[in-house]
Every structure is written in C-alpha cells, then in structure tokens.
T-cell receptor, first 111, second 114 residues
Framework: DAGVIQSPRHEVTEMGQEVTLRCKPISGHDYLFWYRQTMMRGLELLIYFNNNVPIDDSGMPEDRFSAKMPNASFSTLKIQPSEPRDSAVYFC?????????FGQGTRLTVV | GENVEQHPSTLSVQEGDSAVIKCTYSDSASNYFPWYKQELGKRPQLIIDIRSNVGEKKDQRIAVTLNKTAKHFSLHITETQPEDSAVYFCAASRGWRGTDKLIFGTGTRLQVFP
C-alpha cells in the first residue's frame, strides 16, 4: 500500500483564489481526518469523516473552508476565497482501529 | 470542548540523558493515548501508544505512563541519541478501537546535542 496520498505537495496562490487540496486514504480505512499545522497552534483538527460521512466539522475555522468525501477513496478540502492567514501545512490522515496514518501534507502559501 | 495540553514546548538534552514530555487532557472519557514523532519536513508517525486499561508501556528506549485519575500521561525517552531530535506530539481519543477523533497537543521540539 502506498499510504495516504495528498496532492499537491506545495501550493502557492494569491489571496482571493480558490484552493483545493486532495487526499486518498489507505484502502480499508473508515476514518479520514483533515488537520492544519502551524507553529503557533500545532496540529488542529479541522474535520473528520466516518464511512464518507462528516462527523465533526467544529474545527473548520470559517465558512470559507469546506470538505467533501464523495467516496471511500477520495476527499477534498477547499478554501474559497483564500487568505494569507490560511498559510500552513495541511495534513490528511486515515485510521482503522488505533493508528492514524498521515499523508505527506500540502504546504499552502497564500500571498 | 476536548483539549490536550503539552509541556514543555522545547526541550534540549545532552546525548545519553533522558527526556520527559508531559501532557494533560480534559475529556475524562478519553481512553487511548498515542505519541507521534515528526521529523523536520516529514509527516507525523506513531511511535508508541497506551490504552486506559494499563498504566505503563515500554518499547526499548521509550516508555509511556498514564495517570487516569489526574488525567495526565507522559513520554519518557532514555539514553537519547541525536536521531531522537524531532517534534513530539501527544494525543487523546475516546475510541481506542478507532471510533473517534484524535486531539493533539501543541508539540514539543526535542533537540539532542552530541
């Protein structure tokens, strides 16, 4: 198994533009998490899904953020419009039972 | 809401010394406590975990202890080596069968000097 796959690895965009981050979880994992990592706040949970259904999105900072999981092998995190304070590393992780496996992350820079 | 506090935020030790990182959690229903290590520019990876039905677990040079009454747990690294240098995150979850979210602490940057 290739592990959790995220794309793109790096994204630089201008303020106001739409950004879409993508994630392919490990096959057979029924939980998927989106985290945001910054120096100040560490790993913040944004939203998580169980069997493709959003369970808790209380960590999504604003209405500008949205996430979908149309099937068991794909999820997206969208920011529209993006702002400089959204700059961070965004991780997707999938889990079945105990261990959560993280993707390589997407480093987002909004200028 | 659920919260996990982690201390210290940075820790510097000499090679061969021990390092201890401490976490406290707020949700008394938490029963699964993993520790992740993140090397520079890489993804967090699980290094050890503990469930609420045990008080201590060891794996070679690392050990975790859990005090459910006080709602705190700790990571102990003995005989530290330069390759232990990384950011360490603790986390807490209600579902040790993978049935709930993982809430992370803010991380501890460990530096081991040769």
């Amino acid at each position: 198994d290739a592990g959790v796959i995220q794309s793109p690895r790096h994204e630089v965009t201008e303020m106001g533009q739409e950004v879409t981050l993508r994630c392919k979880p490990i096959s057979g994992h029924d939980y998927l998490f989106w985290y945001r990592q910054t120096m100040m706040r560490g790993l913040e949970l944004l939203i998580y899904f169980n069997n493709n259904v959003p369970i808790d999105d209380s960590g999504m900072p604003e209405d500008r953020f949205s996430a979908k999981m149309p099937n068991a092998s794909f999820s997206t995190l969208k920011i529209q419009p993006s702002e400089p304070r959204d700059s961070a590393v965004y991780f997707c992780a999938s889990r079945r039972r105990n261990e959560a496996f993280f993707g390589q992350g997407t480093r987002l820079t909004v200028v | 809401g659920e919260n996990v506090e982690q201390h210290p935020s940075t820790l510097s030790v000499q090679e061969g010394d021990s390092a201890v990182i401490k976490c406290t959690y707020s949700d008394s229903a938490s029963n699964y406590f993993p520790w992740y290590k993140q090397e520079l520019g890489k993804r967090p990876q699980l290094i050890i975990d503990i469930r609420s039905n045990v008080g201590e677990k060891k794996d070679q040079r690392i050990a975790v202890t859990l005090n459910k009454t006080a709602k705190h747990f700790s990571l102990h690294i003995t005989e530290t080596q330069p390759e232990d240098s990384a950011v360490y995150f603790c986390a807490a979850s209600r579902g040790w069968r993978g049935t709930d979210k993982l809430i992370f602490g803010t991380g501890t940057r460990l530096q081991v000097f040769p």
